[in-house]
């Protein structure tokens, strides 16, 4: 099986800093694209941030020029970097990898149990 386990979440003040990081695990062959997802109370799970194993990214509009993703392949690890924090990026967290297990395997999706981020005012 795959794991991916999150770290990095916590509580931090409006302007500040902190650093995801997601580690995958298990029967992996291959990881194609991974990516962060959020999740705030009361909505629907939305897009981050997304690297292609050759390291083209994608990011939300509302976390441009803020948030930073990064991964190492060697490592099977991918990073988000979160700078100028606000409230409104308050959420649970998700990593997301869509991993190929073997060779006759078909590529899934695989997600994180997910870590809390909170930013005060």
């Known amino acids: 099986q795959v794991q991916l386990v999150e770290s990095g979440g916590g509580l931090v003040q409006a302007g500040g800093s902190l650093r995801l990081s997601c580690a995958a695990s298990g029967t992996i062959f291959r990881i194609n694209d991974m990516g962060w997802y959020r999740q705030a109370p009361g909505n629907q799970r939305e897009l981050v941030a997304t690297?292609?194993?050759?390291?083209?990214?994608n990011y939300a509009d509302s976390v441009k020029g803020r948030f930073t993703i990064s991964r190492d392949n060697a490592k099977n690890t991918v990073h988000l970097q979160m700078n100028s924090l606000k409230p409104e990026d308050t959420a649970v967290y998700y990593c997301n990898g869509r991993i190929v297990q073997t060779l006759i395997s078909i590529l899934a999706d695989y997600w994180g149990q997910g870590t809390q981020v909170t930013v005060s005012s």
């Open positions: 690297i292609t194993r050759g390291g083209s990214t």
